[in-house]
């Protein structure tokens, strides 16, 4: 089977590809979008506090007929409206319209407060009730995870974070560090060397690797994800683009295909990092330029 399901350090099944919510709106077309993929055939749904279509995502659940066991469910805590961990969870739930979450993540460092320990303790106490069968975090580094083990009761399941040929290298010690603690990681943003940093060095191997297996390039970046061992959490608004990410689960890479995805991504990553150094400088200058000018049309001198 394509995207079979991944044992957690807890013991639960994750479905190794989830259909995110984020950027999909509210409303109608929220609830649409996220009916269209259980209908395709997704079973796990990525939701956030932060994305603000909880709601439509629980009405999509249920109407898809499916029962709450076949669909996993994620949503994350994300300090939205100052609420704090509990009240986020008991109002997730009820605009979700469920008893309980499959996997609550806390959506990023930043968000564990006062300090990554008590923020934990609090995700432990949730699991502890019943409301998350697994918990897990976001966009946590190599240090961050070892501030929270340092203090775990439980450990976290998952670390959902940004994956993809142009951040490989950079990822690759949390990757590492997650292994050796029986983490999962969860990719996101996948995609992105097609739909925003389109024209860099993984394009030719990208193109290449698709013609010779007659597939779309972004089943061969979802292929290039599976074969890492992440959840790929993606997400679309077209049916036909849903059905080929469910498709790519078949595509088997070679060592060679996934050997010159990695390389293309560290000749990119580079790139891009000497690009934003660019643009920073640039956006400095002006700041610079803007201050002198407006000391001299004032008459301020500058020391
Ligand atoms: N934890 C976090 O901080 C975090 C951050 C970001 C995302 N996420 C989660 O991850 C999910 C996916 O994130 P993402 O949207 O960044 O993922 P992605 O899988 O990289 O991108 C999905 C997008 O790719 C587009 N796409 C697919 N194939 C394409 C092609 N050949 N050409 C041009 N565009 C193409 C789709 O557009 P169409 O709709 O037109 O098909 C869709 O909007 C989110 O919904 C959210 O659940 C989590």
Same mark, same amino acid.
């Not at 690797?209 to 790929?232: D, H």
């Given at each position: 089977?394509?995207?079979?399901?991944?044992?957690?350090?807890?013991?639960?099944?994750?479905?190794?590809?989830?259909?995110?919510?984020?950027?999909?709106?509210?409303?109608?077309?929220?609830?649409?979008? *996220?009916?269209?993929?259980?209908?395709?055939?997704?079973?796990?749904?990525?939701?956030?506090?932060?994305?603000?279509?909880?709601?439509?995502?629980?009405?999509? =659940?249920?109407?898809?007929?499916?029962?709450?066991?076949?669909?996993? =469910?994620?949503?994350? &805590?994300?300090?939205?409206?100052?609420?704090?961990?509990?009240?986020?969870?008991?109002?997730?739930?009820?605009?979700?319209? *469920?008893? &309980?979450?499959?996997?609550?993540?806390?959506?990023?460092?930043?968000?564990?407060?006062?300090?990554?320990?008590?923020?934990?303790?609090?995700?432990?106490?949730?699991?502890?009730?019943?409301?998350?069968?697994?918990?897990?975090?976001?966009?946590?580094?190599?240090?961050?995870?070892?501030?929270?083990?340092?203090?775990?009761?439980?450990?976290?399941?998952?670390?959902?974070?940004?994956?993809?040929? &142009?951040?490989?290298?950079?990822?690759?010690?949390?990757?590492?560090?997650?292994?050796?603690?029986? =983490?999962? #990681?969860?990719?996101?943003?996948?995609?992105?060397?097609?739909?925003?940093?389109?024209?860099?060095?993984?394009?030719?191997?990208?193109?290449? #690797?698709?013609?010779?297996?007659?597939?779309?390039?972004?089943? #061969?970046?979802?292929?290039?994800?599976?074969?890492?061992?992440?959840?790929?959490?993606?997400?679309?608004? @077209?049916?036909?683009?849903?059905?080929?990410?469910?498709?790519?689960?078949?595509?088997?890479?070679?060592?060679?295909?996934?050997?010159?995805?990695?390389?293309?991504?560290? @000749?990119?990553?580079?790139?891009?990092?000497?690009?934003?150094?660019?643009?920073?400088?640039?956006?400095?200058?002006?700041?610079?330029?803007?201050?002198?000018?407006?000391?001299?049309?004032?008459?301020?001198?500058?020391?």
């Amino acid at each position: 089977m394509p995207w079979d399901k991944i044992k957690l350090n807890d013991g639960s099944e994750i479905p190794s590809i989830a259909f995110g919510t984020w950027k999909l709106g509210k409303g109608d077309d929220g609830t649409g979008f *996220v009916e269209q993929a259980l209908d395709a055939g997704f079973s796990h749904i990525d939701t956030a506090q932060a994305y603000r279509n909880e709601e439509e995502a629980g009405r999509a =659940i249920r109407e898809s007929g499916l029962s709450r066991e076949e669909v996993f =469910i994620t949503t994350k &805590y994300s300090g939205s409206d100052g609420k704090d961990i509990e009240d986020s969870i008991k109002d997730s739930l009820e605009n979700l319209g *469920v008893h &309980y979450v499959d996997l609550y993540l806390i959506h990023g460092p930043s968000l564990a407060r006062p300090d990554i320990p008590t923020a934990w303790e609090q995700f432990e106490g949730l699991k502890g009730a019943g409301l998350a069968k697994s918990i897990g975090v976001s966009n946590f580094n190599v240090k961050e995870l070892t501030i929270l083990l340092n203090s775990a009761k439980i450990k976290p399941t998952v670390n959902q974070i940004e994956f993809h040929p &142009y951040v490989y290298q950079q990822q690759k010690p949390i990757l590492d560090f997650a292994k050796e603690h029986g =983490i999962v #990681i969860e990719a996101y943003s996948a995609l992105e060397p097609i739909t925003t940093r389109p024209g860099g060095p993984v394009d030719k191997p990208l193109k290449k #690797i698709a013609k010779s297996k007659g597939v779309a390039e972004e089943q #061969i970046l979802l292929a290039w994800a599976k074969a890492k061992g992440t959840v790929v959490v993606t997400s679309s608004r @077209r049916k036909g683009r849903l059905e080929r990410y469910l498709d790519a689960g078949n595509i088997e890479l070679s060592e060679q295909d996934i050997k010159a995805i990695d390389e293309a991504g560290a @000749r990119g990553a580079v790139a891009y990092r000497i690009r934003d150094w660019g643009k920073r400088c640039a956006c400095v200058a002006a700041v610079g330029a803007f201050v002198l000018g407006m000391s001299y049309l004032s008459g301020v001198e500058l020391y």
